[in-house]
């Protein structure tokens, strides 16, 4: 039962991706935030298939600490679940991301009607120069900005180096910081096909006041409180 699940879940995605990457290029003269309300509904539909299909749902913690201006989240990175949660959880955002992903037929044409922040990870200091200046853009028109600190998916219950990428931003802009933590990794594991029924939990930090604050300090505080408050998830 959990293949096919799993199976109808992954054919879902793969028949309805084309056809609403194909209506969102639709949307393109309409303005940025517009653009992403309706590229988004993408998002909720997953969502929506994933608990029909696989009995996968999600409670949120800490709703009350979402600010109301413009932030940087930055969240663990587990699963593909946390792309699609962050969508309906939090205000309209952009995210940091390797800008390769944009060259994927239907899902990247769509992604990039989103204003995401495209790096090119092998060119380093550009790369930082890139998510500074584009960050510091994104913020002011009212976007909050996401940041995997770790850079890529990490296997549940592993732990890897969080980069100072957002640390930096948050320093240079003074944008509060939003630490997000879960357990999605549990169920819907790094690059896997199968997909676990069960209950999701997220759990959203205090605003961090990243104003007089450096760099290292903010990715201290950001791991500290990620990396201690997943142990206190339901495992």
């Known amino acids: 039962m959990l293949y096919i699940r799993s199976f109808i879940y992954l054919l879902l995605q793969i028949i309805l991706t084309p056809i609403f990457s194909t209506l ?4 393109f003269p309409f303005n940025p935030h517009t653009r992403y309300r309706i590229v988004s509904q993408w998002a909720r539909l997953m969502l929506f298939l994933l608990r029909l299909v696989c009995n996968i749902r999600h409670e949120v913690l800490g709703l009350e600490n979402i600010p109301a201006e413009p932030c940087i989240i930055l969240c663990k990175h587990q699963s593909a679940w946390e792309t699609l949660a962050l969508q309906i959880i939090f205000p309209p955002q952009v995210w940091v991301l390797k800008r390769e992903l944009m ?3 239907f899902f ?4 990039a009607l989103t204003s995401p922040i495209a790096i090119k990870r092998s060119d380093g200091k550009g790369a930082v120069k890139q998510l500074l200046k584009l960050g510091k853009v994104r913020l002011a028109h009212g976007f909050c900005v996401v940041i995997f600190p770790e850079g890529t998916r990490i296997q549940y219950g592993q732990r890897g180096k969080y980069k100072f ?4 931003l948050a320093a240079s802009s003074g944008a509060p910081v939003v630490p997000v933590a879960h357990n999605a990794g549990r169920l819907w594991g790094r690059n896997a096909f199968f997909k676990h029924p069960g209950l999701i939990t997220m759990s959203i930090g205090a605003p961090i006041d990243t104003r007089n604050l450096k760099a290292d300090e903010i990715n201290a505080q950001v791991e500290a409180w990620i990396e201690n408050e997943i142990t206190r998830l339901p495992h």
């Open 103 to 105: 060259w994927i037929p």
């Open 108 to 111: 990247g044409w769509a992604l």
């Open 24 to 27: 969102a290029l639709l949307t």
């Open 165 to 168: 990428g957002g640390a930096l």
